[in-house]
């Protein structure tokens, strides 16, 4: 008999994708479950885009390899991208494209962490960093935000936590969890921090970029003297609705995008030429599209608000950014229906998926014990009946 590895026994699976399959068998059962897990755009790719993937398959000249970084022109436009919206001068040898956002953080991890160097989180944070930065053989610290801060960790946490094995800093913002964004202001005074300690990367996941109802969105590698210090990640799943094509990339100093290229080419060889033709038309067209999409989201957003504070037990900031919210919900700890007691966030939502058939995340999976994901890329009809559902479980818990 085979055995797994230590490696693979004491990776943790990824909670957001766990719920999801756990949403989908209840589905395959019959089951009308609501899915407000998987942080997925309810739109479908814009139909533009489709069409520049159908025609890069009917031109007939994109089946065999591509180059392991990424195809030249795909990598030219992601420059003009970085320059157009984010004041970010990059060289195309700075940009790795990869399968997904979520590839380009693997590859950054490989590229950078030998075993035991550590790597300050800002939490609540997504689930994959963390398991990430350990597969990589590095240490995870984390620094927390609390939901009356609006979950952001601040420079002087920073700094606390910095130590002569600190080899980098990853947040996301807007973030995933909490929706927080973070001001001009704030990652003026991040930078600074990172600027007096010089061995120090900065690893800004931006790939929420255009779902921002603030009216800005500050790239830390913009910020003087943060261009050599940051890797910027990026993709297309969530401003395009183009999760299932894989395709996300990093905009980095060249010593790390070589080591990215030198990683991935063993890994994966490549991202799938398709999609990557399909990623260049989405850069080439105008963001109408995507305008649209985060309007919706910006409904929703207070539309959803307005429910969840009205549950009882219920305390939620107001996201200004991302799909989610990350409500503190452990009101209900050691509340009981007569058979199943609460004892945590995690028995909360296999509560709310048994009772309710509404699929949420533990906010366990984000460093936030006390809370829960709600992903609201949803319809308004699902939303509302997955918090009309919601309400009519928690009633059965004694109050
Ligand atoms: N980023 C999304 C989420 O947080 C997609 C799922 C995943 O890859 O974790 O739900």
């Known amino acids: 008999m085979g055995t797994l590895s230590d490696r693979i026994n004491n990776m943790e699976e990824s909670a957001t994708l766990a719920m999801a399959a756990k949403a989908r068998e209840f589905k395959a059962k019959g089951i009308d479950v609501i899915s407000l897990s998987l942080g997925e755009p309810d739109f479908k790719t814009p139909v533009h885009i489709q069409e520049g993937a159908k025609k890069a398959i009917d031109e007939g000249k994109y089946f065999s390899y591509p180059p392991v970084p990424g195809y030249l022109d795909l990598r030219e436009a992601i420059v003009d991208k970085f320059k157009r919206e984010n004041d970010i001068v990059y060289k195309p040898e700075n940009i790795v494209v990869s399968n997904g956002a979520k590839q380009s953080i693997a590859n950054v991890m490989f590229t950078l962490l030998n075993p035991e160097d550590e790597v300050i ?62 001001s001009k202001k704030e990652l003026e005074a991040i930078a600074e921090v990172v600027k007096r300690h010089e061995d120090i990367m900065i690893i800004a996941d931006e790939i929420y970029e255009h779902i921002n109802y603030t009216d800005t969105h500050v790239s830390m590698a913009s910020l003087p003297g943060m261009l050599e210090r940051t890797i910027t990640v990026n993709g297309f799943a969530k401003g395009f609705a183009m999760t299932g094509w894989r395709v996300g990339y990093i905009g ?65 900031n107001m996201p200004q950014g991302a799909f989610y919210f990350f409500p503190d919900i452990s009101y209900y700890f050691g509340k009981s229906n007569g058979d199943i007691t609460i004892e945590n966030a995690t028995d909360f939502c296999m509560y709310l998926l048994e009772e309710a058939h509404v699929s949420l995340v533990t906010g366990a999976a984000f460093g936030a014990p006390n809370c829960i994901r709600l992903s609201y890329a949803a319809s308004e009809e699902n939303l509302k009946e997955a918090i009309k559902r919601i309400a009519a479980a928690l009633s059965k818990l004694d109050q």
């Open 252 to 316: 980095a100093p060249t010593w790390v995008a070589k080591g990215c290229t030198k990683m991935q080419g063993q890994v994966t060889s490549a991202n799938c030429s398709i999609a990557q033709r399909a990623a260049l038309t989405a850069l080439e067209s105008d963001l109408g599209p995507t305008k649209e999409m985060a309007k919706a989201y910006a409904q929703r957003r207070d539309m959803v608000y307005d429910m969840l504070t009205g549950l009882q037990g219920f305390k939620a």
């Open 121 to 182: 989180v800002f939490s609540p944070y997504w689930v994959s960093y963390s398991a990430l930065i350990s597969l990589a053989e590095g240490k995870p610290v984390f620094i927390e935000g609390s939901i009356e801060n609006d979950f952001k960790a601040s420079a002087e946490q920073l700094e606390a936590a910095i130590t002569p094995r600190t080899k980098a800093i990853i947040y996301s913002s807007p973030c995933n969890p909490s929706g927080s964004v973070f």
